[in-house]
């Protein structure tokens, strides 16, 4: 090599014989990280139909309201209305709201409950329109016939599945060619649409929304699934544009633990209402003298309606909270549709393919999970 006078860091691209100094990594900073699919895990089976269906159940109803108006703060009112009379049947012991009287149905005609009141040597109070009355449960005469059977109906609940594809290909030349940091072009390209068709699926679950008209798809219409915020429909809170507090927290909680059976066991938020989270316990936080780690950070949050995993999900609306039970929940492929590569006829001096996967959501009764919407996200 002959004398240039120059130094070898400073003669930089004009001298031929130096090579190229390129990483062998590729930087790739795009969220692509789906910590809702990550936390309900892969599903114990699959989808077998493009509509999915299962079935939910539920008990008898044990209450209803007080429907009554003219009645109201009687004490002494033997008949009046609720507003469904189906709920109860003679022999019932019934309560109103918290009051301490307990009161025994002698009969029901429709929606109208004839009581006697202040059954038991309870002391009688105000009928309460718009009350909850509670049927506390059945006394049988010893020896009487049996009454008419009660039953429910199981329900049948369903969804789409919904096609995630992309398309991606690579000629001869650049397959055939070194690339720095790439071992193999089409395996880099099939790994880059994965990551985006995972991300667009969690972005489906919580989102997604099926067709109004003919749902299960057809040549001119694309099948979608219904995603957890359009499935919950009974525990849906609105906070009014306010900020979010441990108080509307636990009152959506305590609203899906009355209406169901479900353990709440996840909390889902952006980053926005993370914040909020964190800042529960900010007031009540206590430091050494030697502390110099400032720490705000709630992972799970524990009520006394359920113990939740607090999981940071960049795909729910910055003003919304999810809350679910996650053992209800399961995101199922299509039989043989879990997310693959298909290769492509060729067409041309180039490889040709696509990543395909067939997806649903299964959210079981959606009164066992809940929303807060409208939540202040500044």
Not at 51 to 57: A, F, G, K, N, Q
Not at 140 to 151: K, N, P, S, T
Not at 210 to 220: F, I, K, L, S, V
Request: charged residues 20%; aromatic residues 6%.
């Amino acid at each position: 090599m002959p004398f240039t006078g120059k130094a070898t860091y400073s003669a930089g691209a004009t001298l031929p014989e130096l090579v190229e100094d390129v990483g062998d990594i590729v930087g790739i900073v795009s969220p692509y990280e789906t910590a809702l699919l990550d936390h309900l895990g892969d599903p114990q089976r699959t989808a077998t139909s493009t509509v999915h269906e299962w079935l939910e159940d539920t008990l008898l109803p044990n209450h209803t309201t007080v429907n009554d108006a003219l009645n109201a703060g009687s004490t002494s009112a033997t008949t009046f209305t609720v507003t469904d009379g189906s709920v109860f049947r003679s022999g019932d012991l019934v309560q109103i709201n918290s009051a301490r009287e307990v009161m025994l149905v002698t009969g029901v005609s429709s929606n109208d409950l004839t009581v006697v009141r202040g059954y038991g040597s309870t002391t009688p109070a105000g009928l309460t329109d718009g009350g909850t009355i509670r049927s506390l449960g059945n006394a049988a005469l010893e020896g009487q016939d049996a009454d008419a059977a009660r039953f429910t109906n199981r329900a049948r609940r369903q969804n789409y599945t919904q096609i995630f594809s992309a398309t991606l290909e690579v000629s001869g030349s650049q397959q055939a060619a070194a690339q720095h940091a790439v071992a193999d072009e089409l395996d880099y390209q099939k790994q880059e649409r994965l990551r985006e068709l995972l991300r667009d699926l969690e972005n489906c679950v919580i989102n997604g929304v099926a067709p109004t008209a003919d749902p299960q798809g057809n040549a001119t219409t694309r099948r979608t699934m219904k995603g957890v915020l359009n499935s919950i429909t009974t525990n849906v809170a609105d906070a009014g544009t306010t900020a979010l507090t441990e108080s509307m927290l636990n009152g959506v909680m305590r609203d899906i633990w009355e209406t169901s059976s479900g353990a709440v066991d996840t909390i889902v938020v952006n980053g926005a209402q993370k914040r909020a989270i964190n800042q529960f316990i900010a007031s009540s936080r206590g430091y050494d003298a030697g502390d110099t780690r400032y720490r705000e950070l709630v992972s799970v949050y524990e009520s006394d309606f359920g113990v939740c995993r607090v999981v940071l999900c960049r795909s729910v609306p910055a003003d919304t909270l999810i809350l679910l039970d996650s053992s209800r929940v399961d995101v199922l492929p299509l039989n043989g549709r879990s997310f693959a590569y298909q290769p492509l006829a060729a067409t041309g001096d180039r490889v040709t393919g696509q990543v395909v996967g067939e997806y649903t959501l299964e959210l079981r009764n959606e009164n066992a999970h809940g929303v807060l919407n409208n939540l202040t996200s500044a």
